[in-house]
C-alpha cells in the first residue's frame, strides 16, 4: 500500500497523461492547413475530366463517367472466365481472384477500373468493397482513370534512362501533344511511366498495352532498342491499325542478343573440369 503523498502524486501524473493524450488525439484528428487546402483544391477540380495523376492514385472523386451508383457487370463471355478464375481457389478463399478479376474488368472497361467494376467483384467474392479498392489502389497497373486505346507506357528504370529514355518520353509527349498520363482527343493515345519492364540489354523500350478490341482482343507487347524516330513510326502504324514488330527494333539484333549475331557460344559449351557430367 502507498503511502498518500504518493498515492496523490500518482493520481496527478495519470490526470496529467490522460490530458496530453486527449490534446494529442484531437491534434490528429484535426486536418492540417495543406490537407485541408488539397482536398478543397480536389473538390473544386472535381468538376473537370482530368486531374494530376498523382491524386489519382491516392483517392476517388465522383464524375459522370465513374461514380458507384452506375451499373456495372462483366460481359457474358468474361463471366464465364470469372467462373474460369474463381475455379482456382477454395470456395472459402474467393478473394483471392480479386487481382486476376480487376485485370479483366480493365481489359472490358478499355483499359481503366471504374468503381462500380470493383463494386460488382466486391459482391461476387463476398468481401466489403474496401477490400477490392484496397487491391486496385496498391497495384500501379490497375488504370483508375481513362487511359487511351493504345496506353504507351516508357520505362524509366536507370538502365532505360542511361539509354534514352527520357528523350523517347519527350517524342511521344510532343508528338501526341499530351502531358504523361493525358489521353490525346481523338481517344486513341496516352502515355505514362513503368518502373523496369526486366529486359535491360534492349534498352531503351516501352510496352503498348492494347485496349482498342476489348477484352477479346487485349495484347500487350514490348518494343525495345528505340530511337525518337522509331517510336514516332509505331504510333503511327497503331495510329492506322496495324501491328508494328514487337521486341527489338534494331535492324541488327535477334531478340537479346547482340548486333550482327553472337561473339561467343558458337558451339557446346565444353563442361567444368572438376565435375563428371556423365555421372549426375
Known amino acids: 500500500m502507498l503511502p498518500p503523498a504518493a498515492r496523490l502524486a500518482a493520481r496527478r501524473l495519470l490526470r496529467l497523461a490522460s490530458s496530453s493524450a ?3 488525439a484531437a491534434r490528429r484528428l484535426a486536418p492540417s492547413p495543406i490537407a485541408a487546402s488539397s482536398y478543397a483544391a480536389a473538390a473544386r477540380g472535381s468538376a473537370s475530366s482530368s486531374r494530376p495523376f498523382s491524386t489519382a492514385l491516392n483517392y476517388h472523386i465522383d464524375s459522370p ?3 458507384p451508383d452506375m451499373k456495372w457487370e462483366f460481359t ?17 478463399y474467393k478473394q483471392s481472384g480479386i487481382i486476376p478479376m480487376l485485370d479483366l474488368a480493365q481489359q472490358q472497361h478499355g483499359g481503366w477500373v471504374p468503381v ?4 460488382a467483384i466486391a459482391k461476387i467474392v463476398e468481401v466489403a468493397p474496401i477490400r477490392v479498392y484496397e487491391v486496385a489502389t496498391f497495384y500501379t497497373m490497375f488504370n483508375r482513370t481513362k487511359v487511351g486505346k493504345y496506353h504507351l507506357l516508357v520505362c524509366g528504370t536507370t538502365p532505360c534512362m542511361i539509354r534514352g529514355s527520357r528523350e523517347i518520353e519527350d517524342t511521344l509527349l510532343e508528338h501526341l501533344g499530351v502531358k504523361r498520363n493525358e489521353v490525346t482527343s481523338d481517344g486513341l493515345f496516352s502515355v505514362g511511366e513503368m518502373e523496369c519492364m526486366g529486359c535491360c540489354v534492349n534498352a531503351p523500350m ?3 498495352a492494347d485496349y482498342s478490341k476489348g477484352s477479346e482482343g487485349y495484347t500487350y507487347n514490348y518494343y525495345e532498342d528505340l530511337t525518337p524516330k522509331r517510336v514516332v513510326e509505331i504510333v503511327e502504324m497503331l495510329r492506322r491499325g496495324e501491328t508494328p514488330p514487337r521486341g527489338t527494333q534494331h535492324p541488327e539484333r535477334k531478340n537479346c542478343g547482340p548486333a550482327g549475331g553472337n561473339t561467343t557460344l558458337h558451339g557446346e ?3 567444368p573440369p572438376c565435375r563428371d557430367l556423365d555421372a549426375c
Open 76 to 92: 457474358e463471355a468474361n463471366m464465364k472466365k470469372v467462373k474460369e478464375i474463381l475455379s482456382h481457389y477454395p470456395s472459402n
Open 206 to 208: 516501352i510496352a503498348v
Open 116 to 119: 462500380a467494376a470493383m463494386d
Open 22 to 24: 486527449s490534446e494529442a
Open 269 to 271: 559449351p565444353k563442361p
Open 65 to 67: 463517367e465513374n461514380k
